[in-house]
């Protein structure tokens, strides 16, 4: 009986010895499996961080140049805005008649009409502007008030274009008494041929009026709305 019990008990022992003996084997085994999964997931992941470094420094490349466009657009915009400035200051510009008095007793003799600029080309007639060009120069209103003086029936008309071909004069006019009716649509329309440089031009004319002075009215009221005109006789 004390044999088998003695056996029994060294069976156990042993058991025992062995169960210890195989433990920290196990554990170590584990731990190496873990530290080679963590390892084989950084080499998956290893390619995506050095794209977000590279990514990093392109964002701060961007962002400086941003920061170079940003300081730049002040100084761009001031220039534009000088330059719009400059422009409306070159078109709106109000042409003014300047008008001299002239006393009764005085003799007065009429100017010498100035030389006539070259027409432009019926295809400027007809373009999409806000106003048609003149092209040929107004009478001296000196000249035409001096007129208006020594001969009682003169009359004044509004010049809104010169054209080279008669049959541009109807078009023309349809086209300007569309564009200002509030002004053309008060008055009569005639025409005057003249021979300028041996050339024949053919003026597209408005109204009549009796004096000089109610003629320049109508005619800056007609230019206040975008149109081309000069006041002469006829």
């Not at 961080?49 to 490349?61: C, D, F, P, W």
């Not at 009682?152 to 054209?163: C, I, T």
């Amino acid at each position: 009986m004390n044999k088998t019990l003695l056996c029994v008990t060294a069976v156990l022992f042993s058991s025992v010895m062995v169960g210890c003996a195989s433990q920290p084997e196990q554990t170590g085994a584990s731990t190496n499996k873990e530290i080679e999964a963590e390892l084989a997931e950084w080499r998956k992941l290893k390619p995506g961080v050095q794209r977000l470094v590279a990514i990093e420094g392109e964002l701060k490349g961007l962002l400086a140049t941003l920061e170079t466009i940003t300081d730049d657009e002040p100084t761009a915009q001031l220039a534009v805005a000088e330059s719009s400035h400059n422009v409306q200051t070159q078109v709106l510009t109000p042409v003014h008649f300047e008008e001299k008095k002239f006393p009764a007793t005085a003799p007065v003799q009429m100017a010498a009409a100035p030389a006539i600029k070259t027409a432009v080309s019926d295809e400027a007639l007809t373009a999409e502007h806000n106003s048609i060009p003149v092209t040929e120069q107004n009478s001296d209103p000196q000249s035409l008030i001096a007129a208006e003086s020594e001969t009682e029936s003169v009359s004044f008309s509004l010049q809104l274009a010169s054209v080279t071909k008669e049959e541009a004069v109807d078009p023309t006019w349809v086209q300007l008494k569309k564009r200002h009716p509030e002004v053309l649509g008060q008055l009569d329309f005639h025409s005057e041929q003249v021979l300028v440089a041996n050339r024949t031009y053919y003026r597209v004319k408005a109204g009549r009026f009796d004096s000089y002075n109610e003629a320049k009215q109508s005619c800056k009221l007609l230019m206040s709305s975008g149109a081309s005109c000069i006041v002469n006789k006829g």
